[in-house]
């Protein structure tokens, strides 16, 4: 959470730092070993959830799997995740953007070092590979490559140019 302090302005009022203390907190409740801790952590999850969710409009439910250093660069729209998404390390995430989605069968696995930009979804059984950067307004249903970009909508997949970073 120290990290996600410094990572998120060093502000404890930023909605994006509050919205992972939750997830986070969420995710806690679910690794307890009695029911009843469980289910008293789940509760409270819930009745912090309800109000955080609606203020920051930020719902990470706390069965996502996030690797380290997830960063929401923007926290002035929406972002929502799939219950069931697999994140990896250094994701970097603007406003308006879903991950997935409740209307189809599958969730998006997403690499490391990836950058998804405004108003863009990513849907379905797909595989996001390492390193890609998905530009604002694009619509991802398709697997996409390692070391690639993404624009438009539908996606159009272009390789990387230039030195890898």
Same mark, same amino acid.
């Given at each position: 959470?120290?990290? %996600? *302090?410094?990572?998120?302005?060093?502000?404890? @009022?930023?909605?994006?730092?509050?919205?992972?203390?939750? *997830? =986070?907190?969420? +995710? /806690?409740?679910?690794?307890? =070993?009695?029911?009843?801790?469980?289910?008293?952590?789940?509760?409270?999850?819930?009745?912090?959830?309800?109000?955080?969710?609606?203020?920051?409009?930020? /719902?990470?439910?706390?069965?996502?799997?996030?690797?380290?250093?997830?960063?929401?660069?923007?926290?002035?729209?929406?972002?929502?995740?799939?219950?069931?998404?697999?994140?990896?390390?250094?994701?970097?995430?603007?406003?308006?953007?879903?991950?997935? @989605?409740?209307?189809?069968?599958?969730?998006? @696995?997403?690499? %490391? %070092?990836?950058?998804?930009?405004?108003?863009? @979804?990513?849907?379905?059984?797909?595989?996001?590979?390492? +390193?890609?950067?998905?530009?604002?307004?694009?619509?991802?249903?398709? %697997?996409?490559?390692?070391?690639?970009?993404?624009?438009?909508?539908?996606? =159009?997949? *272009?390789? +990387?140019?230039?030195?890898?970073?």
């Amino acid at each position: 959470m120290r990290e %996600d *302090y410094r990572r998120h302005g060093s502000s404890v @009022t930023n909605g994006a730092f509050i919205s992972l203390c939750v *997830y =986070r907190f969420g +995710r /806690w409740g679910l690794q307890r =070993r009695s029911a009843l801790g469980r289910k008293l952590a789940s509760k409270v999850y819930g009745f912090m959830n309800l109000f955080v969710a609606n203020i920051t409009k930020i /719902w990470i439910p706390p069965q996502v799997t996030i690797g380290d250093a997830f960063h929401i660069v923007n926290n002035e729209g929406s972002l929502s995740i799939h219950p069931e998404a697999v994140i990896g390390d250094r994701l970097g995430v603007m406003h308006n953007v879903t991950i997935g @989605t409740n209307m189809k069968r599958g969730v998006p @696995t997403i690499g %490391d %070092d990836v950058f998804i930009g405004t108003n863009s @979804t990513v849907l379905g059984n797909i595989r996001i590979g390492d +390193r890609v950067r998905i530009g604002a307004n694009t619509a991802v249903s398709t %697997d996409v490559p390692s070391d690639s970009v993404c624009v438009g909508s539908p996606a =159009r997949i *272009y390789p +990387r140019l230039g030195p890898l970073l």
